[in-house]
């Protein structure tokens, strides 16, 4: 089997999530085409002893850890404002890339990346959208393209988390430029979810944002007179949203809603959609991500069936089988499928490309705009 050096960059939570993927992969997928290998990892300094212990060589020099000729493969973990001159440094040295969602800060950043990455068919670009490996997603996808309920009438995707209250301080997480806040953080996935399960993708929209909190904690670095440094704590304006809430039409006429937040109290990561068609409907949520719920019109019984689909042949099945996965599973399914494309096999489900990215920020940056001159924006507007 041969072997790929993996470089990533960035060693925050999803570098050492992602590690435990790589090492995953022909675990649990003896198939895999092939192997990826922790290489470098780019990382801060105080980051390096948890990367080596991971397996991975530590570099602080950015630059440096991409355009290593040892490595084809880079995966960019880094804070969102940091994807955009990483993802074009990685594709000008050759290298494949997988980067972490959203793709950009900026619709025009975001465009400037899929025309780099598009000039180099022959390299990866896969987009970091993990919940598309939630089996029970994937038979969502299946079932929708089938046809079997007819005509989508209205989607309803939600993201609702629960950290992001007053005492929460301030981190990149929470400034516009940054990284986008909440509708970046959460609403990419949702709408990321009602494109890949349906298809479809918002036309026009009105958004309300709102921030419950309006200044936060942030920790900043200052040059003290004698010209050594100091982090203090300051108190700053929050530039982001807490939560945003859509309406919207979709390309095939129908109309939905998006919610996230992140002052859900109890709802730990809860991702969810209710999709309601001419003869059916179809539910899931985070917080049982093996099943999809289906209700059939037609079904004399009248009563939903909750379908385990993370066994019994869904999609990914695993030789190693357990009959419910994690979120460490759908992060070892989706390096996995990056093997696979490398190795240009037909993907299980088909990854999320920068291009498909680039749509999602489309839509992030119409739901900015709607909120904030208080009207309808058309997609086309965005370009
Ligand atoms: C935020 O809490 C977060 O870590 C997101 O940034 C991830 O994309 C999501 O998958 C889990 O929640």
């Known amino acids: ?27 649990i997928f003896p198939d895999a085409p092939i192997k990826p290998v922790p290489y470098q990892a780019f ?28 490595t084809e ?25 997988f980067c972490e969602k959203p793709l950009a800060v900026s619709v025009a950043e975001a465009r400037e990346m899929v025309a780099a990455a598009e000039a180099r068919p022959e390299l990866l670009n896969s987009v970091h959208f993990t919940y598309r490996r939630a089996p029970a997603n994937v038979y969502a996808r299946q079932l929708i393209a089938s046809n079997r309920f007819g005509k989508l009438l209205e989607s309803h995707n939600y993201y609702h988390q629960h950290w992001g209250g007053p005492g929460t301080g301030g981190s990149w997480r929470f400034d516009l430029k940054a990284g986008g806040g909440t509708v970046s953080d959460l609403g990419s996935h949702a ?13 026009k929209l009105c958004a309300l944002q709102h921030a419950h909190v309006k200044e936060r904690y942030f920790n900043v670095e200052k040059t003290r007179e004698d010209g050594s440094k100091e982090n203090v704590r300051e108190l700053r304006p929050v530039d982001v949203d807490d939560a945003s809430k859509v309406v919207y ?32 409907a179809i539910r899931w949520n985070y917080d049982a991500l093996d099943y999809l719920e289906v209700y ?12 385990l ?34 190795a240009k096999l037909e993907p299980i489900a088909p990854i999320a490309t920068f291009r ?10 119409a739901i900015r705009l709607s909120a904030k001159e208080e009207r309808w924006v058309k997609l086309e507007e965005i370009q």
Request: charged content about 20%; hydrophobic content about 35%.
């Open 1 to 27: 089997m041969r072997e790929l050096p993996v470089t990533i960059l960035g060693f925050g939570m999803m570098g050492r999530a992602r590690s435990v993927a790589y090492e995953s992969v022909t675990r």
């Open 43 to 70: 990382v801060l300094p105080h980051e390096a002893d948890g990367a080596k212990a991971m397996g991975w060589e530590p570099n602080l020099d950015l630059k440096d850890a991409v355009c290593n000729p040892k």
């Open 73 to 97: 493969y880079i995966d960019i973990c880094l804070p969102n404002a940091m994807h955009y001159a990483a993802v074009l440094l990685a594709l000008e040295a050759g290298k494949h890339v």
């Open 191 to 203: 709408i990321d979810m009602l494109y890949f399960t349906t298809g479809q993708r918002p036309t």
């Open 249 to 280: 039409y979709l390309e095939n006429g129908a109309i939905g809603t998006l919610s996230c937040t992140r002052n859900a109290h109890g709802s730990e990561n809860s991702q969810g959609y209710e999709l309601y068609f001419e003869s059916g």
């Open 296 to 307: 059939d019109a037609n079904d004399p019984q009248r009563g939903w069936t909750r379908v």
């Open 309 to 342: 689909c993370s066994t019994n042949g869904y999609a990914y099945e695993e030789t190693a089988a357990a009959p419910t996965i994690g979120y460490r599973d759908e992060l070892t399914f989706g390096c996995y499928e990056n093997m696979r494309a490398i």
């Open 356 to 365: 498909d990215a680039y749509e999602v920020d489309r839509t992030i940056e």
